[in-house]
């Protein structure tokens, strides 16, 4: 029995464990996640989404192979073996591609897929729900037909179909976060779940998939958990449990809740005590990630260099003179989108800090801070709460110890405390 496994076992039969997956693909981020899985040994799952990572090189330009690969040379920087890491694909299926005609739009699905497992990714959140080329929105059961195929593809070409393990539903919000607030959310029904559950076994079944079906560890559902722009919905137990009751009566499967950003650790610790297993996080990890950047530049203020400011404006330049990531998502006056341009809970601007001038800028903060050491009575004014006599002073490592803010409290809600 696999680790996965063992520890789903544990979940069903009531104890409060679960994974937490970390999905960025910002490289400061995803060293504080392979620093804290150095230092604890925790299990840690690392995702990649549809579209940050693709054949075309997604928004971040790299393949699974070239995401793999460079996420193994940090891995070995900070001291992690691969063999403890789990890499997932998220959200797998023709996504990148709606826009097109389905029958292209799946062959290029399949492709990702194939690249994906043959890059070494093994947890695969089969996700073909999306209309695709201005078709009306598939049924449940020609999504689950799309992700049979789609299953089928990465059985084929994964070098060990056995380490595979699959996610399947798609009752989530959209692949990068809702474009607009979102006023109610309606908690996935019970019988929505089962015709998930019979459609995807029936698709299986027509394409012989018995052996990967027994691999299938988790089904996507909504629990009553998203945030928008500038609030947040907080689980709620009483609304969820006929659907964590639910989940009982099939063999060997959980949950898998997405959007769990921003919910307090009492009610991440609610839903794995409900059978969500894994825990998506992915926007609050960079959220955490610019407040640092933030506390930094102020830093860099009061040392008196001219470097601070400047980086805040080159990321407002490169925001306003590349707008496609944002302009989308937010409304309002000029002042409420200067607020939400950088502090909204959906953290659109975290696709602009692999932007070379702004990444130039950020190395330029880094290393002028690097050199000029800040004083620690200056450390705590911005980055308060850090205790003193343990205090960094490396902005590297004060941008670590903040992300895992964020990490650090998943790990709690998943039952593994590294402060015990």
Known sequence: MSLVHDLIARNRSG?????????????HVLRAVLAYAAETGFPTVIEATCNQVNQDGGYTGMTPRCFMGWLSGMAKEAGVSMDKLILGGDHLGPNPWKSEPVAQAMEKARELVKLYVEAGFTKIHLDASMACGGEPNPSFGEIAKRAADLCATAEAYAPDPDKLIYIIGTEVPVPGGETEEPETLDVTSV???HETIQTHRDAWAERGLDAAWQRIVSVVTQPGVDFGHTSVFPFVPDKARPLSEAILLEDGLTYEAH?????????LTDLVKNHFFFLKVGPELTFRFREAVWALVSIGEQLGSGKSSRLRNIINDRMNEAPNYWQDYYNGSDEELNVLKIYSYSDRIRYYWADAEVAEALDD??????????PETVVSQSFMGLEFGEMPSSPSELIERHVQRCVDRYFEAAGQNAHP
Do not use: H, M, V
């Open 259 to 267: 959007s769990t950003d921003y919910q307090s650790t009492a009610a």
């Open 15 to 27: 104890d409060p464990i679960g994974l937490p997956c970390f999905c960025t693909a910002n490289e």
């Open 365 to 374: 903060l880094i290393e002028t801070l690097s050199i000029k050491s800040a």
């Open 191 to 193: 019988a929505r779940f």
